[in-house]
C-alpha cells in the first residue's frame, strides 16, 4: 500500500512536471512566433523604408532637372518683366506729352475762336465807320485786351 500511495504522490507530481513542461513549451512556441512576427514587420519597414527613400531620390532627381530646365524660362521670364516696365512708362510719357499737345491745341483753338471773333468784330466796325464815316476809337483797345487776356487766361 504504500507503494500504491507513493506511486499515485509520484503519479501526480508527474502530471504536474508534464504540463509545466507542456506550459513551457507553449511559451517557447509562442515566444518564437512572436519573435518571427517581429522579425517579419522589421524585414517589411525596412522594405518600405529603402523604397521611400529610392522614391525620394527620384524626385530630388525630377526636380533638380526641372529646375534646370527651368532656369531658361525663369530669366525670360524676368527679362519681359523688365521691358514690359519699360514699356509701360514710354506709355505713360506718351500719354502725358499727347495730353499736353491736346491741353495746348485746345488753348490754340480757343485763341483762333477769339482772334476770329476779334476779326469780326473789326471788319464789323470797319464797315460801319466807313458806312457812318466816324473815326474808330476802340480798335485797338479791343486788341490790346485780346492779347491781355489771351496770354494770361488759357482754358485748361
Known amino acids: 500500500m504504500k507503494a500504491t500511495r507513493r506511486l499515485g504522490k509520484d503519479n501526480d507530481e508527474l502530471k504536474m512536471l508534464r504540463q509545466e513542461r507542456e506550459d513551457d513549451e507553449k511559451v517557447h512556441r509562442e515566444m518564437q512566433m512572436l519573435e518571427e512576427n517581429a ?20 524626385t530630388n532627381y525630377g526636380l533638380s532637372t526641372l529646375e534646370r530646365y527651368n532656369v531658361g524660362p525663369k530669366k525670360e521670364m524676368e527679362a519681359l518683366m523688365l521691358c514690359t516696365g519699360v514699356y509701360a512708362m514710354n506709355v505713360n510719357n506718351a500719354l502725358t506729352k499727347v495730353q499736353e499737345a491736346v491741353k495746348k ?3 490754340a483753338e480757343w485763341r483762333n475762336a ?7 468784330l473789326s471788319s464789323r466796325k470797319k464797315l460801319y465807320y466807313r458806312s457812318s464815316k466816324r473815326k474808330p476809337t476802340r480798335l485797338c483797345t479791343s486788341l490790346r485786351y485780346f492779347y491781355s487776356i489771351s496770354e494770361t487766361s488759357l482754358p485748361s
Open 39 to 58: 522579425i517579419e514587420r522589421i524585414m517589411e519597414m525596412e522594405q518600405a523604408f529603402v523604397n521611400t527613400n529610392c522614391m525620394i531620390e527620384t
Open 105 to 107: 491745341f485746345q488753348a
Open 114 to 120: 477769339h482772334l476770329r471773333r476779334i476779326c469780326l
